[in-house]
């Protein structure tokens, strides 16, 4: 069987067994700030399973994409050098939500592997619960696999490491089966034992959600237990196709096959010379799989959170392709097509968004060579130090000075300290990454997440009525003060409550919460006292959805007092909400202009929606030109004249993926999903709030347009007033400037040429300042002077001073007038293919905290850190003692 016949006949076995077959979720986990990554079938059950959520069916079957690299489900450095461990993976699973429990799970699961599979039941072994720290032995798991067909001297009973599931110190739990398969060739070696013996392979593992655990330890019944199981499906495949590695299953020889076409060696000696080029050649097909799934599910290569760990996966692929297999030209980004060729039957998003996962893989790579080269150097540099020295550790601050200022993921150092016998001192590395203000990493969901969760679970879902209105009556559920739960709460307090239904917005998808006022309805005659007064008037500042379906107020008591079950009458700020309406609704019609103007590659990374303005970020290498902010300008505002008007329709996810919605990243989708059209050109899978057509927009003016991060661009726009103020503002503005700019020209020119000449006087005459210095350095004559206030424009004529003269670098510092450090740094063009100017202001840029770049003969740079003038000065002198 091939690996796409093994899931569809797992999907479709389940099916027959009355299951739901469910599309794999993202592998960025929505709404869940404490996961990396998706790493199991489960976790887009994760609510259904707690009862936080509720769905329409009560069995599903899955097969989820999966990645494990970064947090502590890494496995990244194993990868290339084992048979089956893998960055990207596929995890077949089959669930049920308090419906059937063991005896069907144990059944369903061997009559699959027996049947369908056709693996022969002596070649197969099982594994149940032992019992531990007084929880007792899976008997009744162990009774069940008799009973499907499992000899027992097959059943092996484990301990707590191996045969027992937790979803935490409290919460469910419950013990696990596992499915093994015996590899060596012959007779079963009885000796041998599953989860002992490496001789045995787990393929299939089902946990029984049997328990809650308390929070004193004790374990309770489950009132509805449930199933969750997973079976990987490299490591199944690999079994059934008769291989002894993941690697070399169908799912993987199409792309190491273009890995052999690339580098024209060939694959299969692992144990031979050729061993180096395999493992090499397995890292790269393990890598170009993680690279396309996590593209294609929003994740871009970046220097924090996700994008880091993506970065670190494609760069060590990369460097095994460069440095091993000697591929001198950029090849990932055809490794990354040959997964797409792959595997995109299964998952249609990849050849969707082909031409984006190549240009991300290809603009990546040309990225990392460049930065790899002037590693080298750096790393060298080391290595040549620590000779010296008579040691063999690489400080923990030079191996983060090369993953800050050169790129360098610390696992590629560490590889690269390997080769040439040296280890990283990780302490220091870790110590040096954490006083960096830069080094990036997931948030922690904060202190009070733990209390959110706890009252989504004990209450329903708040009924969201906001779409049809703006005020209605809700009743109290609950009331937080100071993160904890109250009874009451009085005029001055300010407090978050909860409602049973409420037309105010709870901030999700980018749109801000809803604002607006509340009052207590009073109590009829003969009504239980609660412990509040009538007439309570509530100022309502923001509205919030912390977890799950729950929408939070968070307001002020301006007068009376309210109490849990108290009725309220609720009023959302219909000005405030029109405009965030028209923000929305433009956003969507920005979304498809980007698209039309810049190509399909665009996408959305992220937006915010307010009532002041609306900000979108989405995915381009390079800066809009003027005229194609003109051109997404005008069909925008195009749309918005044409006053078409919006539809919003409930249907089922994939319907509305058929019929051609866009699914936005990040954002957490049910089976039944609202689709909204603002425009004929514009149709969303969207929860916000929209304006009844087009023209209720007015009109759109984009304020500005920038980069937030590599292959990310971010767009501000206003719509309707406050579009039309920033025109006219703009307008005031360029007419101020053209007035002043003549009468100012001529002093500002004399001003600076003053400025420069007594400078260059000082220089020249050996007068200068004791922040200056002139010295001659491996025959480069350095330059370095530091200038108070600091002004671009006098530091570039200074340089004009030199730059026509051989054999000078000269290095510029200084305050500028807001505070901040400027940086500039200009090289003879005699001495460009020795010391170039952008390198150097790298280096010194990382100094005072900043950034900056340039071509090789000048670049300058700013940062935060004025203080650090000097040092940056010393890091210049040094780049140019080594050129």
Not at 14 to 31: C, D, W
Not at 155 to 163: E, P, V, W
Request: with cysteine.
């Amino acid at each position: 069987m091939t690996a796409a016949q093994i899931r569809e006949a797992f999907l479709s076995f389940f099916e027959k067994q009355a299951h739901r077959r469910i599309t794999s979720s993202s592998l960025v986990p929505a709404g869940d700030p404490t996961l990396l990554f998706t790493n199991a079938g489960m976790v887009q059950f994760k609510d259904v399973f707690t009862g936080r959520e509720t769905r329409d069916y009560s069995r599903a079957t899955s097969t989820q994409k999966c990645v494990r690299a970064g947090g502590k489900h890494n496995d990244l450095d194993n990868v290339g050098f084992t048979a089956r461990h893998h960055t990207f993976f596929e995890m077949l699973g089959n669930f049920s939500f308090g419906d059937y429990f063991k005896a069907d799970a144990v059944k369903w699961a061997w009559d699959f592997v027996t049947g369908e599979l056709k693996i022969p039941v002596e070649r197969l072994s099982v594994t149940v619960f032992k019992g531990e720290d007084g929880i007792p032995a899976d008997d009744e798991a162990a009774e069940l696999w008799a009973k499907a067909g499992v000899p027992r001297n097959r059943i092996h009973r484990l301990g707590k490491a191996d045969n027992f599931w937790s979803m935490g110190d409290v919460g469910a739990c419950g013990p696990c089966s596992e499915i093994y398969v015996y590899l060596p060739e012959g007779p079963v070696d009885e000796k041998n034992k599953p989860g002992e013996s490496d001789a045995w392979l787990e393929i299939w593992n089902l946990v029984f959600m049997q328990f809650e655990r308390k929070a004193d330890g004790t374990l309770v019944n489950l009132p509805k237990p449930s199933i969750d199981t997973g079976a990987g499906l490299e490591r199944t495949a690999a079994y059934v196709q008769g291989k002894k590695s993941n690697y070399d299953t169908d799912l993987f020889t199409g792309i190491i096959a273009k890995v052999e076409q690339l580098s024209g060696k060939k694959y299969g000696a692992t144990w031979g010379p050729n061993a180096h080029s395999d493992a090499a050649m397995r890292v790269i097909a393990d890598h170009a799989r993680a690279t396309a799934f996590l593209v294609a599910d929003g994740v871009q290569p970046s220097n924090e959170g996700r994008g880091y760990v993506l970065r670190r996966i494609m760069r060590r692929a990369i460097r095994h392709g460069e440095q091993t297999l000697e591929l001198e030209n950029v090849f990932f980004f055809e490794c990354v097509d040959a997964v797409i060729d792959t595997m995109s039957v299964a998952y249609p998003e990849l050849k969707e968004k082909r031409s984006f996962l190549l240009e991300v893989a290809k603009h990546e790579e040309e990225s990392f060579r460049k930065t790899l080269k002037n590693g080298r150097k750096r790393f060298t540099q080391e290595q040549a130090r620590l000779e010296k020295s008579n040691s063999k550790v690489i400080s923990g601050e030079a191996a983060w000075d090369l993953h800050q200022t050169y790129g360098f993921p610390i696992d590629l150092t560490q590889i690269m300290a390997r080769e040439v016998d040296l280890t990283v001192d990780m302490d220091g590395y870790e110590k040096a990454k954490a006083a960096s203000s830069t080094s990036g990493a997931l948030t922690n969901a904060g202190a009070t997440a733990d209390a959110y969760m706890k009252l989504a679970s004990e209450l329903k879902e708040t009924k969201f009525l906001g779409y049809e209105t703006t005020g209605a009556e809700g009743t109290v559920q609950a009331l937080l003060k100071g993160g904890a739960r109250v009874e009451v709460v009085k005029q001055g307090d300010e407090f978050e409550f909860v409602c049973d239904q409420t037309p105010f917005y709870g901030e999700s998808g980018g749109q801000v919460g809803d604002s607006g006022n509340a009052s207590g309805v009073a109590k009829p005659p003969g009504a239980t006292p609660s412990g509040s007064e009538t007439g309570a008037k509530l100022a309502i500042s923001d509205a919030q959805k912390p977890a799950g379906g729950l929408i939070v107020h968070r307001a002020k008591v301006i007068s009376g007092s309210l109490a849990v079950h108290d009725k309220l009458t609720l009023e959302v700020d219909t000005i405030r909400r029109q405009k965030i309406r028209a923000n929305h609704s433009a956003t969507h019609l920005l979304h498809k202009a980007l698209k039309v103007v810049l190509g399909d590659t665009v996408n959305q990374k992220g937006s915010v929606v307010s009532p002041e303005l609306l900000r979108f970020d989405f995915s381009h290498y390079n800066p809009m030109t003027k005229a194609e902010q003109d051109k997404v300008e005008d069909l925008v505002n195009g749309w918005i004249r044409e006053n078409q008007e919006s539809q919003t329709r409930v249907m089922a996810i994939a319907d509305a993926k058929a019929a051609g919605a866009v699914a936005l990243f990040g954002e957490k989708y049910g089976e039944q999903v609202r689709v909204v059209t603002v425009h004929s050109e514009s149709t969303e899978l969207c929860g916000g709030t929209h304006v009844k057509r087009s023209g209720d927009i007015g009109y759109f003016r984009i304020e500005s347009e920038s980069s937030v991060a590599s292959g990310v661009r971010r767009i501000v726009a206003f719509t309707g007033d406050a579009a039309v103020k920033a025109s006219r503002e703009a307008a005031a503005e360029l007419h101020q400037r053209l007035e002043t700019e003549g009468a100012n020209a001529r002093k500002k020119i004399k001003d600076l040429e003053r400025k420069l000449e007594e400078a260059a006087v000082r220089a020249a005459s050996g007068t200068a300042k004791a922040a200056e210095n002139v010295q001659e350095i491996n025959g480069i004559k350095l330059v370095t002077q530091r200038i108070e206030p600091a002004d671009a424009n006098v530091f570039r004529q200074l340089w004009d001073n030199y730059k026509t003269k051989d054999g000078y670098v000269v290095g510029l510092g200084g305050t500028t007038a807001d505070g901040k450090a400027l940086v500039l740094v200009g090289v003879s063009q005699n001495l460009i293919s020795r010391v170039k100017a952008g390198d150097a202001i790298r280096v010194m840029a990382a100094e005072v905290g900043g950034k900056g770049g340039g071509k090789p003969e000048m670049a300058q740079a700013g940062g935060p850190d004025p203080s650090k003038i000097p040092q940056a000065f010393e890091k210049l002198i040094s780049l140019v003692k080594g050129a």
